[in-house]
C-alpha cells in the first residue's frame, strides 16, 4: 500500500512546489497583459483572464491554511456516500430510489467559524456547512485539520441549475476528485465536457471509481486499466485513478491518505491556481506572435499619408496663394506709387481665403474648397495602406485593432487640418527690408519726374501767358527739368525691372518657406489622429506579448 500511495502522491505534484512569489509574480504579468490590451482585443478574449486575476487574488487573501476539495460525479456515482465516509458522519443525504444531490453539501475539519469566509465565498448555504473538530478525534483525524470537503450537486441532473453550481464551484475549488460509477465511467459527458477540461489540472485531480466492493477484484483491476486508457486520452496522464468503496473493501482509505497528503502540503491552492494561469495564457496565445522589431510605422508610409492629408487640406492651393500673395505685397510696396492703388484694389490672396498674416489670435475657418472625393479617397487609401502595412504579421485580431485605431479620430481630421493651415505662420507677417529700401527710392524717382514735369509746365505756362521764363539751370549741356522728368521715368522703370525678379525671387521662397511650414503641420495631424493611435497599439502588443511571456513562466 506504502508503493501506491507514493506513487499517487507524486502524481498529484507532491514534488512539485509551486513557489508562492513566482505564482504572484505570473499573475501581475497577467495583469499587465490585461492593461496592454484592453480596448484593442475583444472583451470575450479577456473575461477569462479577468475572472482569473479577480478569483485568484480573493483565494489567495482567503486562507492558505485551508483546502477545499469537491467530490463530483453524475447521479448514482455515490459520491455522498463517499462524501459520508470521509467524515464520518451521515451530512449529505444519500438517493434511495433516485440518487440526486442538488446542493452542495461542505465539511469543515478544524474550529468551528475557522472556514466561514470561504464558505461565504464558495457560496455553500449556512444551513448546508457541517464542521469537525479535528482535536476531539485524535491524530488520526487531525491530519485533514484544514480540509474543507464539498459534496457537489450531480453534474448530470435534468436541471440545469444543478449542473450551472457545478460548473461554477470547479472554477473555484483547489482540488477534484471525480467519482466514477463502475457502470458509467466512459460515459462521453464525464470525459468530453469535464475531465477533458482539466488536462491542465493534473496536478489537483482525482478519479476514484467507486462502488468497488459490487465487482471482483479482477474486474476492479480491469476496469482500473480501461479508465487509465481513457484518462490518457483525456489529457490526463498520470492522474491517480483508483478503487473505492463507502461500505465495503476497498474502502476509502487510499482516497482520505491521498487528502491528508495535499491538506498537509498546503500546495492545492498554488497548483489550481497555476494551472488556471497554463490554461488562460494557452489560450491566449494565439494572441500574440513574434516580437516586433524596427519603425512600428515606416516613414515613406507616413510621408504618404501626409502627402495625401496635405492635398486634402488645400495645402497646394495656400502655397500657390502665398506665391501670388508675396508678388502682390512686393507691388504695393515697391511698385511705382501713382499707381499703386490699383494694386490695391486687387483683393490679397491669402485673405481671400481666409489666412491671418499673424495667427495668434483663435482660429478662424478658412475659405479653401472643401476636398474633392478623389482627395477623400486617396486619403482613406493612404490611411488603410499605412494600417496594412503596421499590421502586418501580427496575428488576429491586432490587425483589426490597428486598423480601427488609425481610423478613430478620422471624423476630427477636416477641422484639425483646417485649424492647423489656419494657424500655420506662412511668413508673410514681416515687410522686407529691401521692399522698403525699393519703395523710398521708387518714391524719390517719381517725385523727381513730378518736379522735372511741373516745372517744364510752370515754364511753357509762362512762355503762353508772354511773361518772363527764368533759365533753366543745367546739367551738363541738358536742361535740369527734363533731366528730372526723364529721368525719374527712366531710374522707375529700372527700379522696376530690378525688383520684379528680385520680388519673383523672393515669391518661389516664400512659396517653399510655407509649403514646408503646412506640411510640417498637417504631419503633425497626421502623427497625432493617425499615427499615434497605431503606435499605441503596436506598444499594446508589444507589452501584452511580453507580458503573456512571463505569465507563461
Not at 485533514?144 to 453534474?155: E, H, T, Y
Not at 461554477?168 to 483547489?174: F, H, N, S
Not at 466514477?180 to 459527458?189: E, G, I, R, S, W
Not at 467507486?210 to 471482483?216: E, K, W
Request: proline letters at 7%; aromatic letters at 6%.
Amino acid at each position: 500500500m506504502t508503493g501506491v500511495v507514493d506513487r499517487v502522491r507524486g502524481a498529484l505534484g507532491a514534488h512539485r512546489r509551486v513557489n508562492l512569489d513566482e505564482l504572484l509574480e505570473r499573475m501581475n504579468a497577467l495583469q499587465r497583459f490585461l492593461a496592454a490590451a484592453d480596448g484593442h482585443l475583444p472583451e470575450d478574449r479577456l473575461v477569462p483572464a479577468r475572472t482569473l486575476v479577480e478569483r485568484a487574488a480573493q483565494r489567495l487573501a482567503l486562507s492558505r491554511d485551508h483546502t477545499v476539495v469537491a467530490l463530483a460525479g453524475a447521479t448514482g456515482s455515490g459520491k455522498s456516500s463517499l462524501f459520508n465516509a470521509l467524515a464520518r458522519l451521515e451530512l449529505s443525504p444519500v438517493g434511495v430510489r433516485r440518487p440526486t444531490t442538488g446542493v452542495t453539501y461542505s465539511c469543515v475539519w478544524g474550529p468551528p467559524g475557522a472556514a466561514t469566509a470561504m464558505l461565504d465565498w464558495l457560496g455553500v448555504l449556512p444551513r448546508h456547512r457541517f464542521n469537525r473538530e479535528s482535536l476531539l478525534d485524535g491524530d488520526d483525524e487531525a491530519k485533514l485539520r484544514g480540509l474543507v470537503l464539498l459534496d457537489l450537486p450531480d453534474f448530470d441532473s435534468v436541471e440545469l441549475a444543478h449542473r450551472a453550481e457545478v460548473d461554477r464551484l470547479l472554477g473555484l475549488v483547489d482540488v477534484v476528485v471525480w467519482v466514477l460509477d463502475p457502470q458509467k465511467y466512459a460515459d462521453k459527458l464525464v470525459h468530453e465536457s469535464y475531465l477533458r477540461q482539466f488536462h491542465r489540472h493534473r496536478d489537483i485531480t482525482l478519479v476514484a471509481l467507486n462502488h468497488a466492493d459490487r465487482l471482483t477484484p479482477p474486474d476492479v483491476q480491469r476496469c482500473l486499466t480501461d479508465l487509465r486508457k481513457l484518462l490518457d486520452q483525456d489529457g490526463l496522464p498520470g492522474v491517480p485513478a483508483i478503487a473505492t468503496s463507502a461500505y465495503a473493501a476497498p474502502g476509502w482509505v487510499e482516497l482520505r491518505r491521498l487528502l491528508e497528503t495535499a491538506v498537509t502540503e498546503r500546495q492545492a491552492a498554488l497548483r489550481r491556481l497555476a494551472g488556471d494561469v497554463d490554461r488562460v495564457a494557452a489560450e491566449l496565445a494565439d494572441v500574440v506572435g513574434p516580437e516586433r522589431t524596427g519603425e512600428t510605422v515606416d516613414r515613406p508610409t507616413a510621408a504618404s499619408l501626409t502627402d495625401a492629408l496635405s492635398n486634402a487640406a488645400g495645402v497646394p492651393a495656400v502655397v500657390d496663394a502665398t506665391e501670388q500673395a508675396y508678388r502682390h505685397r512686393a507691388g504695393v510696396v515697391m511698385g511705382w506709387p501713382l499707381l499703386r492703388w490699383l494694386r490695391r484694389l486687387r483683393p490679397d490672396p491669402l485673405r481671400r481665403l481666409h489666412l491671418p498674416d499673424r495667427p495668434d489670435g483663435p482660429p478662424a475657418a478658412t475659405s479653401l474648397p472643401a476636398p474633392t472625393a478623389a482627395q477623400r479617397a486617396a486619403v482613406s487609401l493612404s490611411i488603410r495602406t499605412l494600417a496594412d502595412r503596421a499590421g502586418a504579421g501580427l496575428p488576429a485580431p491586432w490587425p483589426a485593432a490597428v486598423t480601427v485605431a488609425a481610423r478613430s479620430r478620422l471624423d476630427d481630421v477636416s477641422d484639425a487640418l483646417d485649424q492647423a493651415v489656419a494657424t500655420t505662420d506662412l511668413g508673410l507677417r514681416r515687410t522686407p527690408w529691401w521692399w522698403r529700401i525699393f519703395g523710398g527710392l521708387q518714391w524719390l524717382t517719381t517725385l523727381a519726374a513730378i518736379v522735372g514735369l511741373l516745372w517744364l509746365v510752370g515754364g511753357y505756362a509762362l512762355t503762353v501767358t508772354g511773361l518772363p521764363v527764368p533759365d533753366y539751370p543745367r546739367v551738363g549741356e541738358a536742361l535740369l527739368p527734363p533731366v528730372l522728368l526723364v529721368g525719374g521715368l527712366l531710374a522707375g522703370a529700372l527700379l522696376a525691372g530690378f525688383a520684379g525678379p528680385l520680388a519673383a525671387l523672393g515669391a518661389r521662397r516664400a512659396r517653399l518657406r510655407a509649403g514646408r511650414r503646412l506640411r510640417a503641420a498637417v504631419g503633425e495631424i497626421s502623427h497625432g489622429y493617425v499615427v499615434a493611435p497605431v503606435r499605441e497599439v503596436l506598444d499594446g502588443y508589444g507589452q501584452a506579448r511580453a507580458a503573456l511571456t512571463r505569465a507563461r513562466g
